[in-house]
Structure formats: C-alpha cells, structure tokens
Nanobody, 123 residues
Framework: VQLRASGGGLVQAGGSLSLSCAAS????????MAWFRQAPGKEREFIAG????????YYDDSVRGRFTINRDNAKNTVTPQMNSLNSEDTAVYYC?????????????????WGKGTLVTVSS
C-alpha cells in the first residue's frame, strides 16, 4: 500500500487549502482514513478522520469547524479541505490508512502512512 499526499504549500493566514491523499496497492474502501500533522518540535497529532463508509467523521478540537474531510472510495482518495488557516496550522501533514474500518485516535491504529506534505501559513 502506498499513500501519496499532495497539495501542501504556502498560504496566507485566513486562507484555504485542499490536500489530497491518493492510495495505491489496495482499495481504501474497507478502511478508515485520517490525516495527522506534525509541527516543528512537536509530536505527530491526529486532526481528522473518516470511517470506512464515510458515515462518521472526527476532528481534533483545534480544527473542528474549519477543516472538512471527505473520501472518494471509487477514486481511492481522501481530501481534507482546510479553511481559516492560521500560523498554528503550519506543519507537515500526513495521511494514514487504518487497520480497521473505524477511526481511532492513537497513532498505533494506523497501518500505512504517506510521506507528508508541508503546509506553511504566513501571518
């Protein structure tokens, strides 16, 4: 399984950005998908996840109301739309595929990881 994250870049505070995670090697249909991020000097943290049927979405408090995660099982992609970005959103963003169909917040529950894409928010 390979996960390729893309869409990162430089954006001004208050702006929006849409990331994408394209999976290959296995369909994502039966698995939960999520995005994590890691800011400089900090641990990797969960920010958004979506269950295998897309019926349940979960967000960290820091992004709830600003980020929206969606999945397209036919295209094998997961896309978070990020709005109202601020400097605290600056980080490397990673997509991950779960070992089951249900979102879990702990890092150990995610079996496959993409390499990450950098998002920089300028103030």
């Amino acid at each position: 399984v390979q996960l390729r994250a893309s869409g990162g870049g430089l954006v001004q505070a208050g702006g929006s950005l849409s990331l994408s995670c394209a999976a290959s090697g296995r369909s994502i249909e039966a698995y939960a998908m999520a995005w994590f991020r890691q800011a400089p000097g900090k641990e990797r943290e969960f920010i958004a996840g979506i269950n295998w049927l897309g019926g349940g979405t979960y967000y960290d408090d820091s992004v709830r109301g600003r980020f929206t995660i969606n999945r397209d099982n036919a295209k094998n992609t997961v896309t978070p739309q990020m709005n109202s970005l601020n400097s605290e959103d600056t980080a490397v963003y990673y997509c991950a595929q779960g070992t089951t169909g249900w979102v879990r917040y702990n890092i150990g529950a995610w079996g496959y990881w993409g390499k990450g894409t950098l998002v920089t928010v300028s103030s």
